[in-house]
């Protein structure tokens, strides 16, 4: 479980989509039911309709069962729907999710990700990448830091993670708008370390969590040292890890859980 100092409310901006707890295979959704049992509560953002405007098969129940989950793990848990395309969305994520003064943590797995290249890409796309992986997640840590409370800041218990990725060629507004993301985070491990904000972002490779076709697998799985791809639970570990008092030492870090994809 969760040490007393830091358990509390959480607001987790989830889904390979543009905000989102997403869908049951997805990091998302691991992060959350473990976080859920360890003893977290839980505000879960969630954008309805992103699978099918991606071409993705629908998967309408997905955000009420992994609810459901948390709530049998113990968890309190609201679903906050959520456009981050909305400047004025991150704000109001983050009332929501303090209305109890209990806010603590914030895991950011949200991401607007539609492949293009530098010849193909349309500046409607570029600025709707930025605006969703970029410019929301400084303003939800602008909003998470302004909401902290006095003994949040005297114990140094307050986290930040955001997952984040190396990948750009072919899906160069997705890439670089998590380039954006990266140099965020450490910003903020460092301006709001007088906070008590530990803040640190996970790039966590390939992880198969259901796009990939079996020539792809096989592809990524060659280039992986550790022998498999990684799941979302992989991913939940490290993240739970980091929101512990026992991961309060790593700050300003850009963590490559990854099993040694690309090395060498």
Known sequence: GVHPSLAGRFLGVFGVDRTGVGRRSGLGAAIATRLASDGWDLALAHLPGYEERVGLPPSPD???????????????????PADLADPAVPQQLVERANEHGTLTALVLSHSEGVGSSILDTTVESWDLHYAVNARAA???????AETLSAQVKDSNSARIVAL???????????GTSKGALDRLVTAASIELA???????????????????????????????PAGRL?????????????????GGWVTG???HSNGGFGVG
């Not at 400084?138 to 998470?144: H, P, Q, S, T």
């Not at 984040?164 to 997705?174: E, G, Q, R, V, W």
């Open 164 to 174: 984040t990725s190396d990948h750009s060629a072919f899906n160069l507004p997705y």
């Open 62 to 80: 997905d955000v009420a069962a992994i609810a459901a989950e948390c709530r049998t793990r113990g968890a309190t848990v609201t679903l906050l």
């Open 138 to 144: 400084w303003l939800l840590i602008k909003a998470f």
């Open 253 to 255: 870090q850009v963590l």
């Open 230 to 246: 990684g799941n979302p639970e992989d991913t939940a570990n490290l993240v739970a890890f980091l929101l512990s008092e026992q």
């Open 194 to 224: 007088s906070l008590g904000v530990r803040a640190n972002a996970i790039n966590p490779g390939p992880v198969d969590t259901g796009w990939m076709d079996s020539q792809t697998r096989d592809h990524l799985t060659a280039m992986t």
